[in-house]
């Protein structure tokens, strides 16, 4: 037993440095589990963490014949990591540079017309049963899935959003994206989320709202074409079922807008319904949360 006891290294003491080593590491741990979780990545992940345990295990007990087979497979186990994990890499990377240091906030969209204008499209789209997807850019820039689509760089209004979303036309089934008062593009392409946790339910631009959350600190609006509710997409997370004041809060909660934006019963035409409005479908369904 003494001898066994030999070969152990010595506990470290347990002082400030230790705990906040500690700390640091389960984070770390954390957030790559929390990346892989319900994604094709966690089969992958745990296929290569038996391949190592094995090859230390073959160490320690001394399997010659194992060792040599895994020594030819596991020195490449990093480069594997790589090309196999490269969406997940960019979106934990794109997670971290997400945290906002002591509440400073950095560029984004902060106009409280713009959030009227997309509210009353929103509302009309809604009401008319009209499929929409508009993204609204944050600290995270959105150039590359801009560069997809059609570049607009455009005054941001109700009109315009409504005339893109128009079924039947080239724009109808892309995205939008909003950087700040500029409608930058429209028919931009999105990443689909992969994750299998999510209803088989939802239809592609639900999916790709999801998608596009995940990879950046986006916010993603999406007006269901098949039952004209209102939901919103940010950090992975799909909540269904908003009404306009729901979205109001969510879009000032997101960028972080201390006072409520508050819009002018005026501003609405007589034929949409009011967010208060209990007889209007779009306050018919209660929120549903997706994680």
């Known amino acids: 037993m003494s001898q066994t006891l030999r070969f152990l290294p010595s506990t470290p003491n347990l002082d400030l440095n230790a705990i ?8 770390l741990v ?22 190592v345990s094995l090859y230390g295990l073959s160490l320690w007990a001394g ?21 196999l ?32 204008e997309i509210l009353l499209a929103m509302e009309e789209m809604s009401a008319k049963k009209i499929g929409a997807l508009i993204v609204l850019e944050r600290d995270i820039g959105l150039r590359t899935f801009i560069e997809s689509g059609v570049r607009l760089d455009s005054r941001l209004s109700r009109d ?3 005339s893109i979303f ?24 999105l990443p689909l989320t992969t994750n299998r946790e999510l209803s088989l339910k939802l239809g592609t631009r639900h999916r790709a709202a999801i998608g596009i959350t995940e990879e950046t600190d986006c916010l993603s609006l999406v007006v269901s074409e098949e039952t004209g509710r209102m939901s919103v997409a940010a950090f992975g ?11 109001v809060e969510r879009i000032n909660r997101h960028f972080g807008v ?10 609405f035409p007589a034929d949409i319904p009011l967010a208060h409005d209990h007889g209007s479908p779009i306050d018919a369904h209660p929120p549903e949360r997706v994680n």
């Open 166 to 189: 128009q079924p039947g036309l080239p724009l109808h089934d892309g995205a939008v994206i909003v950087q700040k008062e500029r409608l930058a593009a429209a028919g931009c392409f």
């Open 20 to 27: 906040i080593d500690i700390l640091v590491v389960a984070f």
């Open 30 to 51: 954390y957030q790559c589990l929390m990346v892989v979780r319900g994604t094709r990545a966690g089969p992958i992940l745990v296929g290569i963490l038996i391949m």
């Open 237 to 247: 997370e799909l909540t269904q079922g908003l009404s306009a004041a729901e979205v």
């Open 63 to 83: 399997l010659e014949a194992l060792r040599s087979l895994l020594s030819f497979i596991v020195p490449y186990i990093g480069l594997a990591v790589i090309v």
């Open 85 to 116: 994990f490269q969406s997940e890499i960019r979106r934990t990377l794109a997670r971290i540079g997400r945290k906002r240091l002591m509440g400073v906030i950095a560029g984004g969209f902060h106009a409280p017309e713009s959030v009227s």
């Open 258 to 267: 201390q006072r409520p934006v508050l819009l002018p019963v005026e501003d």
């Open 160 to 162: 315009l959003l409504i």
